[in-house]
């Protein structure tokens, strides 16, 4: 059994690293110019949600006044029968950003008033009961996936198509069409639809008293009239719009990057949304409320009855508990400015959103949970957050997350007495040694990280995969790899 020396763990920074929000894969920019007004926002998923907690806060009040707001569409007699089965009691919500140049909106582009609106926003929000858990799951615009035959709220029909962008889908047949697209390609119920537009984001941030963002560079860009200098700053209305419409400005112009920069807004909108300043105060509740509901389509059983008992439901969300991710893509054999499912990783990804598989139900599982104390030698910045985050979800504690020099061996080390946890350990970690090291103290384990490691092996308590480049509510807004 190999005894290593205590100096061989010193770490070199006692500061725990981040995530690295990177994509596995982008592609690349179109090669022709596109109608960037068409480009609906992938940015309205949380602002929505947090608005039923906020109409929840506040009792019936003004239930009226803003159930009037809200347009509903018939779902289930749309869609019929051929669903997928109702597995627990997690809710998943779609969410469907939508650029209707309707009303107020045709400021946004008046060329475009009388073509069909598109929803190139879809996230599917991801409840688990009593808000232990909750992720918004976004599905790229330029998903290629087949779209099944839709009827429409207007009698019509649409066609199947074999193989199309998933965002089509709502242009063909309506978000109730989106929503059997979606049910089809993932085999997750879907419970409810949220449809908004461009005012209703506007209004939203507003009524919050603007949403902190971090710009990595100076920005100019004449195309969504966005300019503001490097560093942070807390935005709304026209100036968070244009932030979040930003194409040329920020990034290298792919769908995936503003992906990633439109769920860091998100998650810093949801955290304040959830802080207590903004749900302590009745007038900022009812402004958002009143923001969040305005041009609000849903499905008929989403009225805001059922929204105020979803709120109610999810009391004890907080921004710690709030993820985003993308669904695992990768580039799209015939055409690399589009993408399609990256299998199996999206398969295994979509099993475990459907059997609601949560981080708390996980660790409950674990009799005895092993602390272990993490040692990131990888050289990848990224890679100690991915394993804290894996090992929680399998029921390890984690104490401590360090930095130290690179080294080609990845280990298990403990003390005597730690024999049993240590072999709990290892067994997730494939190839690692294991060996005694006096000062990993009682009961907790030390696993170095080495440049040999590769990933964690999956057990059947773990929880919901942790995703490359998932963003926290609660994280570090100027970390977004934008």
């Known amino acids: 059994m190999l005894t290593i020396q205590t100096e061989s763990l010193e770490p070199m920074s006692s500061n725990p690293t981040y995530l690295d929000y990177a994509d596995e894969v982008e592609p690349a920019p179109d090669p022709a110019p596109r109608r960037r007004g068409r480009r609906v926002l992938k940015w309205f998923a949380i602002a929505t949600a947090v608005v039923a907690v906020a109409a929840g806060a506040t009792g019936y009040g003004f239930y009226w006044q803003l159930q009037h707001n809200i347009d509903h569409e018939d779902t289930d007699k749309l869609i019929g029968g051929n669903r997928p089965p109702k597995l627990n009691s997690a809710l998943n919500i779609l969410m469907l950003g939508t650029d209707s140049r309707a009303g107020a909106n045709a400021k946004y582009g008046r060329g475009l008033k009388n073509d069909p609106p598109r929803s190139d926003t879809m996230i599917l929000l991801h409840l688990s009961p009593g808000g232990k858990q909750a992720m918004g799951i976004s599905f790229p615009r330029d998903l290629m996936v087949p779209i099944p035959a839709c009827r429409r709220a207007d009698g019509t029909a649409s066609p199947a198509v074999t193989v199309g962008m998933i965002n089509s889908s709502f242009t063909n047949g309506g978000a109730s069409c989106t929503v059997k697209t979606i049910e089809n390609l993932t085999h997750i119920k879907v419970d409810h639809f949220m449809q908004v537009d461009f005012t209703s984001f506007k209004a939203v941030t507003e009524a919050v008293g603007g949403v902190e963002v971090c710009l990595p560079q100076d920005v100019n860009d004449k195309d969504s009239k966005l300019h503001l200098t490097k560093g942070k700053h807390t935005i709304q209305g026209e100036t968070a719009l244009a932030y979040v419409r930003d194409r040329h400005g920020l990034g290298d112009e792919s769908d995936l990057q503003r992906i990633k920069r439109q769920q860091q807004f998100m998650g810093s909108l949801a955290n304040k949304v959830l802080s207590a300043g903004t749900l302590t105060d009745p007038k900022k509740v009812y402004d958002l409320a009143e923001a969040g ?58 099993t475990a959103i459907r059997q609601d598989q949560s981080v708390e139900a996980a660790a409950k599982k674990t009799a005895a949970p092993v602390s272990v104390r993490l040692y990131n030698a990888t050289g990848r910045a990224s890679t100690a957050a991915k394993v804290a985050k894996q090992l929680k979800a399998q029921g390890f504690q984690i104490v401590g997350t360090e930095t130290m020099k690179t080294r080609p061996t990845t280990g298990v080390y403990y003390a005597q007495g730690s024999q ?63």
Not at 296 to 325: E, P, Q
Not at 423 to 448: D, I, M, Q, S, W
Request: aromatic share 4%; charged share 20%; proline share 7%.
């Open 293 to 350: 509901t305005k041009s609000l389509t849903t499905d008929k059983g989403l009225d805001l009855g059922t929204m105020v008992k979803i709120a109610r439901s999810m009391h004890g969300l907080t921004a710690g508990k709030l993820d985003f991710v993308t669904i695992p893509v990768a580039a799209y054999a015939p055409d690399p400015n589009r993408v399609a499912l990256l299998q199996p990783d999206a398969g295994r990804f979509f």
């Open 420 to 482: 049993p946890q240590a072999a709990a350990l290892a067994a997730v970690v494939p190839g690692a040694k294991k060996g005694l090291y006096p000062k990993a103290g009682p009961g907790v384990v030390n696993l170095v990280l080495g440049t040999s490691f590769t990933a964690l092996k999956e057990t059947k308590k773990a929880g919901i995969p942790t995703l490359e480049g998932e963003i926290h509510a609660d994280g570090d807004i100027c970390n977004t790899g934008a």
